[in-house]
T-cell receptor
Framework: KNQVEQSPQSLIILEGKNCTLQCNYTVSPFSNLRWYKQDTGRGPVSLTI?????NTKSNGRYTATLDADTKQSSLHITASQLSDSASYIC????????????FGDGTTLTVKP | DVKVTQSSRYLVKRTGEKVFLECVQD?????MFWYRQDPGLGLRLIYF???????EKGDIPEGYSVSREKKERFSLILESASTNQTSMYLCASSGTGKLKQFFGPGTRLTVL
């Protein structure tokens, strides 16, 4: 069964600090891995998309890494801001079917002043 | 700016009622999706559509149906709402061959 596990479940950091969120998956055959940010009460917004051949992708202060051998990804947030407080969701897709995606439960990040 | 809109942000219905959730996108996307999001379970795909009048079941289609009569509009139908369908419902769209999905704001449905 395809699975995506994210850790930690929740995280509290001080403004200005860095943090790293983890995503482990067992999805096969692997097609792509996406990270989304979801603010409370809103739909997810895409941060990064990585295919098999990519091992890092940046979007401003967000940097995602992918290790396809160990089936792990991380999302690193640099110099956190209060607006980074949100849920971060890892999504892994299998094959080329648009509907075959497995979503992680998300990591809830709280940035405090 | 790309936009996916959903007909309601909050909805309260009674058990047994027929419920329609509407989703509209203005990006001329071929693919549209309906998910539900529950604490501890992440987002789960209910149905998706890759073209007008075309649909495929997702992971949890039981108790739901969909309609896609026009490219920009994808409707989710609960034929007879039940309390276990209380959830956040999210619609998304993407272009053919495109990995990036655009999500709507969600509809929080409560079935009493």
């Amino acid at each position: 069964k395809n699975q995506v596990e994210q850790s930690p479940q929740s995280l509290i950091i001080l403004e200005g600090k860095n943090c790293t969120l983890q995503c482990n998956y067992t999805v096969s055959p692997f097609s792509n891995l996406r990270w989304y940010k979801q603010d409370t009460g809103r739909g997810p917004v895409s941060l990064t998309i990585m295919t098999f051949s990519e091992n890092t992708k940046s979007n401003g202060r967000y940097t995602a890494t992918l290790d396809a051998d160990t089936k792990q990804s991380s999302l690193h947030i640099t110099a956190s801001q209060l607006s980074d407080s949100a849920s971060y969701i890892c999504v892994v897709s299998a094959g080329t079917n648009a509907g075959k995606s497995t979503f992680g439960d998300g990591t809830t990040l709280t940035v405090k002043p | 700016d790309v936009k996916v809109t959903q007909s309601s942000r909050y909805l309260v219905k009674r058990t047994g009622e027929k419920v329609f959730l509407e989703c509209v996108q203005d990006m001329d996307h071929e693919n549209m999706f309906w998910y539900r999001q529950d604490p501890g379970l992440g987002l789960r795909l209910i149905y998706f559509s890759y073209d007008v009048k075309m649909k495929e079941k997702g992971d949890i289609p039981e108790g739901y149906s969909v309609s896609r009569e026009k490219k920009e509009r994808f409707s989710l139908i609960l034929e007879s709402a039940s309390t276990n369908q209380t959830s956040m419902y999210l619609c998304a769209s993407s272009g053919t061959g495109k990995l990036k999905q655009f999500f709507g704001p969600g509809t929080r449905l409560t079935v009493l």
